[in-house]
């Protein structure tokens, strides 16, 4: 599938699921907010951008600006499209248990475990000084050692059989 058909696809399946109830999960705080650019359209374009591999908001909305300007061509400024993804946040979780809920219909009797988990990739003493992965890596703090590492989240998507 090319990024123009996947870009369509996932706009119209946030669409379908937006206007049937994942509005109600939305802030609409002012009866003034500038519409012109659509909380179906903020959510289609975070979605895109984790599918094409962007990591950071900042990344997305790059990447959106740059190639995708004739797509939406009413694109916010960076700070008016994060505060715009910010009020819809709480969208993405009943999101993904649709999506679950889809995924369950299509493959019945398929169970999928997903786990996430920090992977350490430098030792205490070494933080400051790793070089390992640094596009990707963070500085974590683990509460139950008591301290702060580089580390990486990991996650794992399981097919149980």
Request: include cysteine; hydrophobic fraction near 40%; proline fraction near 4%.
């Amino acid at each position: 599938m090319n990024w123009q058909n996947r870009l369509i696809t996932i706009y119209l399946y946030v669409c379908k699921h937006y206007q049937q109830n994942l509005w109600t999960y939305g802030q609409r705080m002012s009866n003034y907010a500038d519409l012109s650019f659509s909380d179906e359209e903020v959510i289609t374009l975070c979605l895109f951008g984790v599918v094409d591999k962007h990591r950071e908001i900042k990344g997305i909305y790059e990447y959106a600006d740059r190639h995708l300007r004739d797509w939406f061509p009413r694109l916010p400024s960076y700070v008016a499209y994060v505060q715009r993804l910010n009020r819809v946040a709480d969208v993405f979780a009943p999101l993904l248990t649709l999506i679950q809920q889809e995924q369950e219909t299509r493959n019945p009797g398929q169970v999928w475990l997903i786990d996430s988990f920090p992977v350490i990739l430098a030792r205490q003493g070494h933080r400051f000084n790793a070089c390992v992965a640094k596009q990707l890596a963070d500085s974590g703090y683990c509460s139950t050692k008591k301290f702060r590492q580089p580390d990486l989240g990991a996650s794992l998507v399981f097919k149980a059989f």
